[in-house]
């Protein structure tokens, strides 16, 4: 049973356009969300996260969107850059100091 | 149906005591990789088997070793555990052959030492 889940295992997206990564969860209990990105043979590096009492965060070009109702939250990257193709992992914890749930991961690709 | 699993969930032990965090997959992969997460929610890898060839081996210290006695599992020795040992590890799995960039990941060990 996967708590944590990103339905789309790759994206392809224009160089200079939106990406939008998408993750869907079951447990209402998390209140915490990460998203990380992973470069091949390397281990996943912390991009963005999210409390559960916000509704947005943003970071440079990153943005996280949390919709709590519909248990899904969204990355955006704009623009998109050709160093952002990568796998990202859409992530969650009960607490914050909690242990970590993963979803699958999602792998994009930048077209030039 | 758990594609990777870990046991324990959690550990607390002393300092000075030697234990091992297991890891199986079912999904046939023939790569599995340890992680480290350390208090900023960073995994560090530390260390990744394709079929019981180990092929990175990050820059650990040589109280941690992996063991694999087939593909499905890849098991984590630690001997002589310090304080700066605690931490969430995580087990993975992948099947880069095939194309697919698809992680599986445990649900991960805490490990407490005092």
């Known amino acids: 049973d996967q708590q944590v889940k990103q339905n789309s295992p790759s994206l392809s997206v224009q160089e200079g356009r939106i990406s939008i990564l998408n993750c869907d969860y079951t447990?209402?209990?998390?209140?915490?969300f990460l998203w990380y990105k992973k470069y091949p043979a390397e281990g996943p590096t912390f991009l963005i996260s999210?409390?559960?009492?916000?509704d947005k965060n943003e970071d440079g070009r990153f943005t996280v969107f949390l919709n709590k109702s519909a248990k899904h939250l969204s990355l955006h990257i704009v623009p998109s850059q050709p160093g952002d193709s990568a796998v990202y992992f859409c992530a969650a914890s009960v607490d914050r100091d909690d242990k970590i749930i993963f979803g699958k991961g999602t792998r994009l690709h930048i077209l030039p | 149906d758990t594609a990777v699993s870990q046991t324990p969930k959690y550990l607390v032990t002393q300092m000075g005591n030697d234990k091992s965090i297991k890891c199986e997959q079912n999904l046939g992969h023939d790569t599995m990789y340890w992680y480290k997460q350390d208090s900023k929610k960073f995994l560090k890898i530390m260390f990744s088997?394709?079929?019981?060839?180990?092929?990175i081996n990050e820059t650990v210290p040589n109280r941690f070793s992996p063991k694999s006695p087939d593909k499905a599992h890849l098991n984590l020795h630690i001997n002589s555990l310090e304080l700066g040992d605690s931490a969430v590890y995580f087990c993975?799995?992948?099947?880069?052959?095939?194309?697919?960039?698809?992680?599986?990941f445990g649900q991960g060990t805490r490990l407490t030492v005092v």
């Open positions: 999210i409390s559960s009492i916000k």
């Open positions: 993975a799995s992948s099947d880069p052959m095939t194309g697919s960039t698809e992680a599986f």
């Open positions: 447990n209402s209990m998390f209140d915490y």
């Open positions: 088997y394709n079929n019981k060839e180990l092929i």
